[in-house]
């Protein structure tokens, strides 16, 4: 069946440093793809969205970018700070009639001070 | 309120009980959403509401769980004879309308089924 999933489960990197978190996806007809970010006992907060006739679309401090050719998606934090650790989860709304939104299993990211 | 609010924050059950979650939309949001999140996983979609249209149900994992959403506003997630495999987050989430990709989302249940 259709799946969102992620290359790395988690991640730890230097305050200061960038951050890369990948994820797979299967549904070519997706719309739109978009990343979240769930900080500890919270629910998931929206990120970014990226369309999928685009490859690169930037926002504060992150940037999305798009490979439909194999399937890829990543979201690029600038300058990550201790504040940026959270789970993040990419997900896809669904193209066609139905668009629900589908997450990912989520990537653990902790920056070190 | 101004966010999307869930009730119980909590709930301790016993095998066998059924249980209602609550949730309380953002006012005007057409879009209504329950996922299911398990510890360290990620969110598993139970149930979508749009409007008027009949939902999708496709990720409710049996015929135990059920979901209402009366006047397009407030859902009610009803799980019947609860199994400790029912315990997890139960979040819910809504956004303006079916074509937007921001969902807001509550705190959710932290549900525990002894």
């Known amino acids: 069946g259709e799946s969102v999933g992620l290359h790395l489960p988690t991640l730890s990197v230097q305050e200061g440093d960038n951050s890369i978190i990948n994820c797979a996806y299967s549904?070519?007809?997706?719309?739109?793809f978009i990343w979240y970010k769930q900080e500890s006992g919270k629910g998931p907060q929206f990120i970014i969205d990226?369309?999928?006739?685009?490859d690169k679309r930037q926002g504060q401090r992150v940037t999305v970018l798009l490979n439909k050719t194999v399937k890829h998606l990543s979201l690029q934090i600038a300058a990550t700070q201790p504040g940026d650790s959270a789970v993040y989860f990419c997900?896809?709304?669904?193209?066609?009639?139905?668009?629900?939104?589908?997450f990912g299993k989520g990537t653990l990211l902790t920056v070190n001070p | 309120g101004a966010g999307v609010s869930q009730s119980p924050s909590n709930k301790v059950t016993e095998k066998g009980k059924d249980v209602e979650l609550r949730c309380d939309p953002i006012?005007?949001?057409?879009?209504l959403y329950w996922y299911r999140q398990s510890l360290g996983q990620g969110l598993e979609f139970l149930i979508y509401?749009?409007?008027?249209?009949?939902?999708?149900k496709s990720g409710l994992p049996s015929d135990r769980f059920s979901a209402e959403r009366t006047g397009g506003s407030v859902s009610t997630l009803t799980i019947q004879r609860t199994q400790q495999e029912d315990s997890a987050v139960y979040l819910c989430?809504?956004?303006?309308?079916?074509?937007?990709?921001?969902?807001?989302f509550g705190q959710g249940t932290r549900l525990t089924v002894v």
């Open positions: 990226i369309r999928s006739n685009m």
């Open positions: 997900a896809e709304n669904s193209g066609g009639s139905n668009y629900k939104l589908t």
């Open positions: 549904n070519s007809a997706s719309d739109y």
């Open positions: 989430a809504s956004s303006p309308g079916p074509r937007s990709t921001e969902a807001f």
């Open positions: 006012s005007g949001h057409t879009a």
């Open positions: 509401f749009q409007g008027n249209s009949a939902p999708d």
